[in-house]
């Protein structure tokens, strides 16, 4: 277990026997910051180093934009927690050879811009502002809480033909149980943590937040095709989200199962690169879905 989880965890169980109050607040804090930046990998560096690469201003702080062509037909790349645009890596070449312009930022406490912390609001935000610069999008391809983002952001005036959701949040209620599970914290921090994520401290002004950030809420909002893939063993995101969204959107929604390859690898598997590419391309005109799965990896629910 890594050291400064576990003195987290022991630290933050330990004073909720005595001060619940101050154990929420201390998880809180923790929730709304991000206990580490993503870094450029390896097999990344060569993707993230041939994008151009500009900044722009949000709620006071740099935002890093990177982007990979000249932005004609552009296909917008939304990360989730702790992560960066880079994680995109393998399906930039793909998207290019259709003729299509990835464009990519690292949200407010993440990758290679400033600030400390960003929420499904920043994102929001800024997907709406790139759409100023670039019209309306091609697609979406979002990762773990870049999908919540995503689906809020389609609701509130964001333009797409498709939606690619990678290992989604669907319900923003399950986020605090979510957070305290992977520190194992106990059911009193998470009661304490709930109250204040959903009792205005982390959304002031919004008086009821399960009911304004679903993914699921109001599904005939958004009525463009959506692909979910999701692991079926998925340890940071369950399955079940997947669920939820196939049950919100019905049949316009192709629900892509995996297994074996969990929350991240999941973004560099070439079968699941091949459905996303393919899943595009139909949009386009360009064809069919490219490939239909890898053996017992990957199935259609």
Do not use: K
């Amino acid at each position: 277990m890594d050291p400064a989880v576990a003195l987290i965890r022991t630290t933050l169980n330990a004073a909720s026997l005595a001060a619940p109050g101050l154990a929420g607040r201390a998880a809180f804090e923790l929730y709304r910051h991000p206990l580490r930046r993503g870094r450029v990998r390896t097999r990344e560096r060569a993707v993230h180093d041939r994008a151009a690469t500009r900044t722009l201003r949000h709620r006071g702080e740099r935002v890093v934009v990177q982007r990979w062509g000249d932005g004609d037909r552009p296909v917008l790349l939304m990360h989730g927690w702790q992560s960066r645009a880079s994680r995109f890596a393998d399906f930039v070449p793909r998207l290019r050879a259709l003729g299509l312009t990835a464009v990519g930022y690292d949200a407010p406490g993440h990758g290679d811009s400033g600030g400390r912390t960003a929420t499904v609001l920043d994102h929001r935000d800024i997907a709406l502002r790139l759409q100023e610069e670039y019209g309306p999008f091609e697609a979406v391809i979002a990762h773990s809480l870049g999908v919540n983002a995503a689906f809020l952001a389609l609701r509130e005036g964001l333009r797409a033909g498709r939606l690619a959701a990678v290992a989604g949040v669907g319900e923003v209620s399950w986020l605090p149980a979510g957070f305290c599970a992977a520190l194992g914290l106990n059911a009193t921090v998470e009661r304490e943590l709930r109250r204040r994520v959903e009792g205005g401290a982390m959304f002031p002004g919004i008086a009821d937040v399960r009911a304004h950030f679903d993914a699921t809420r109001d599904p005939g909002a958004i009525a463009l095709p959506i692909l979910v893939a999701h692991d079926e063993d998925d340890d940071v995101v369950p399955f079940d989200q997947a669920r939820l969204l196939r049950a919100a959107y019905g049949e316009r929604l192709e629900l892509l199962a995996t297994r074996g390859l969990g929350h991240r690898r999941i973004l560099t598997e070439p079968t699941v690169i091949d459905n996303v590419i393919g899943f595009l391309s139909a949009g386009a005109g360009a064809g069919s879905a490219l490939g239909s799965g890898a053996g017992s990896a990957v199935g259609s629910a």
